[in-house]
């Protein structure tokens, strides 16, 4: 990867020109979040390739990679790679963005692991934090950028990706709050591709406050079993709500994140908003019957909140009930 020698290059036309070298990005998987994003850079020109398995490679390439979205579909015919392609020619990428449930991640890393270079920018997508400490293992931490999105979307049998409302937003930075040369590149080179970009310089504490809403809106939906709106309209629900909501809160506090005033009115509204349809995604995976991410999602932050003395019983109410569930799917 000598072509980004010191991290410098100039913009032009829609992308970060590395001395005349357009930046390469590998984005692993192509479901609802490495689809969406994925897919509107590509189809604003940036190089990007899609990291899949077979099943959805022959997918792609019977459909094209087809977005629903209120802020206009997009119909991209997707640069491809299988994990075995990679293998057989391994070739490396200037940033690997990682999109794959958080329960496909030790298998998701051996996939792309001759994807990484030296220089590489690893930016993972998952919700929660272990996983940080689960690709500085493999990668070292150097390597791994912090990041998080917020989007509303899903994927349809025909491999469709749709998104269930007006939240498009790619959050990313460096984990020790510097703004580098690098994160300034892949800043230059997200901007403009019909989502929001937002280059954080806490992206730690960002990561945290999107963790703390989507474990309590996890928590809500899937103990309850119904949308926010339903939750509420029950008597008894807002209480539970503002309960589940206040235990998330404190284990963030003690673990140096506690939400900003701004941030906790915000989920607040949004998770007791009377008829609001809003599920979690791990709750539409198990109206489904699919994997969950209970452990990432709500037993890391349960474990995390036992090191400070923090109890969180309705949080671990519903941990127990998805872990029971989860015992029962077929992998």
Not at 39 to 52: H, I, K, M, P
Not at 270 to 278: C, N
Not at 303 to 331: D, F
Request: net charge neutral; charged share 25%; aromatic share 6%.
């Amino acid at each position: 990867m000598g072509r980004m020698v010191g991290w410098r290059g100039r913009v032009r036309g829609v992308g970060w020109v590395w001395y005349g070298s357009v930046m390469r990005i590998l984005v692993v998987g192509a479901g609802a979040v490495g689809g969406y994003f994925g897919g509107r850079l590509a189809a604003t020109g940036r190089d990007v390739t899609f990291l899949v398995r077979a099943a959805r490679r022959e997918q792609l390439e019977r459909t094209g990679l087809q977005i629903v979205d209120t802020y206009g579909d997009v119909s991209v015919v997707p640069k491809l790679l299988t994990a075995e392609e990679l293998k057989g020619r391994p070739q490396t990428f200037d940033v690997v963005m990682v999109s794959t449930k958080a329960y496909s991640l030790e298998a998701a890393m051996e996939d792309f692991a001759p994807a990484v270079g030296a220089e590489t920018m690893v930016l993972p997508l998952q919700n929660g934090m272990r996983q940080l400490e689960v690709l500085d293992a493999r990668f070292g931490a150097d390597r791994v950028l912090g990041g998080s999105v917020q989007i509303i979307g899903d994927m349809d049998a025909e491999g469709r990706i749709h998104s269930l409302g007006k939240l498009h937003d790619l959050n990313f930075g460096e984990r020790d709050r510097r703004v580098t040369e690098r994160i300034e590149a892949l800043d230059a080179v997200v901007r403009g591709a019909g989502f929001e970009a937002n280059l954080k310089t806490d992206i730690v504490a960002a990561m945290w406050q999107k963790w703390t809403l989507l474990a309590a809106m996890g928590a809500m939906t899937c103990l309850l079993r119904g949308s926010i709106g339903a939750v509420v309209a029950t008597p008894g629900g807002l209480e539970t709500a503002l309960a589940i909501i206040a235990e998330c809160t404190a284990i963030a506090a003690a673990n140096g994140y506690a939400p900003d005033a701004g941030f906790q009115e915000v989920m607040t509204k949004r998770l007791t908003e009377a008829g609001s349809p809003l599920t979690a995604s791990m709750y539409r995976d198990l109206q489904r019957g699919g994997r969950v991410e209970a452990d990432h999602i709500l037993g890391d932050l349960l474990e995390r909140g036992r090191r400070h003395g923090v109890e969180a019983p309705l949080v671990r109410a519903a941990y127990v009930q998805l872990s029971m569930y989860a015992a029962t799917v077929k992998v």
